[in-house]
């Protein structure tokens, strides 16, 4: 016996991927809905070998329904998914709604997966921001080890994070760089991003700090340690998929690199590739489509006393949202629906 699932947002990149990866990872399902807004009704996607409509998520009628992935923005989320949850389907929501709420679990089933218990509080799990989930899933078997006392992060975020207008948006001012007359001004974002870089994701904050970079500190406090302290710089890059993190991580007890390497091949999601020789590290076009999390150019940092140099690269569309939302179904099937 299997389960009842609903994609909310089915016709969006993130639904999508939930679809495929749903597929690929022969989650049990007895029956699926997608649903959208009234603008995509009726919209075809695919579903393994079958093709599906969507429905209207405003008329849908949640019970019976075991499970709800949520892939739409926080307002839609805020009307929608408590009348899911209290129709008693449990939402896994990939917005950034409730991440923040102490009731509600946020989750990385490599790093936090006890804290599923917790669901029942309010039938809500949220999915954490794409840069801090393949952030935590490296951290945490470090943390395990030496415990961890400060992270300096600088992200290196493609355009898939903003949706698909940014996709078009690179595509665009790239394809008018070459061809007179066809040149692109920004609307997606505030600055050219074909062959730039821009330091800006989401608002600024009174600190200086933009949201972005706000989003990370607090989350991997809440999944990992509230002890661990956070500096992030999040950056924009003109990359259509995948997002990379350089990460600096100073420890409270000494980790030798050979000994870090060594932990991490062993750490669930996580996939090491570091040859101190050309191309012996991963980049983001090699990372996507899969379900791994990428550790490369792992050195000591000889700076502090325990100081650990890494780079980390994952496919944001699934790590970053799609495959951690499904991730977060099955652990919440084997672990407490116990069906399929």
Known sequence: ???????????????????????????????????????????????????LKTQDL???????????????GSEA???????????????IDNSSLYRYDPEIPLIVPEVNPDAITMYSNKNIIANPNCSTAQMVVALKPIHDR????????????????????????????????????????????????????I????????????????????????????????????????????????????????????????ILRESPGILVVDKREDGGYVTPVECVGDFATFISRIRQDVTVENGLNMWCVSDNLRKGAALNAVQIAELLGRRVLKKG
């Not at 997608?34 to 996607?45: H, I, M, P, W």
């Not at 989320?77 to 939402?91: I, L, S, Y």
């Not at 290196?156 to 001012?173: H, P, R, T």
């Open 77 to 91: 989320t805020k009307e929608f998914a408590p009348k899911a949850a209290a129709a008693n389907c449990v939402v």
């Open 146 to 197: 030496a415990k961890i006392k400060r992270v300096v992060v600088s992200t290196y975020q493609s355009v898939s994070g903003s949706g698909k207008d940014a996709i078009d948006e690179l595509w665009d001012q790239t394809k008018g760089m070459y061809v007179p007359g066809q040149e692109k001004a920004p609307r997606v974002y505030p600055k050219q991003i074909a062959f730039n870089v």
């Open 199 to 262: 330091p800006h994701i989401d608002v600024f904050l009174d600190s200086g700090d933009t949201k972005e970079e706000w989003k990370m500190i607090v989350e991997t406090k809440k999944i990992i340690d509230p002890s661990i302290k956070v500096t992030a710089t999040c950056v924009r890059v003109p990359v259509f998929v995948g997002h990379s993190e350089s990460l600096n991580i100073e420890t409270e007890e000494f980790l030798d690199e050979d000994e870090a390497r060594d």
């Open 58 to 72: 405003a008329t849908f009628d949640f019970a019976g329904w075991d499970i709800a992935l949520f892939a739409v």
């Open 1 to 51: 016996m299997g389960y009842k699932i609903v994609v909310v947002g089915a016709t969006g990149n993130v639904g999508r991927e939930m679809l495929n990866i749903l597929a690929e990872r022969q989650f049990p399902v007895d029956e699926i809905a997608v649903l959208a807004s009234r603008k995509s009704l009726g919209t075809e996607v695919s579903f393994g070998d079958k093709t």
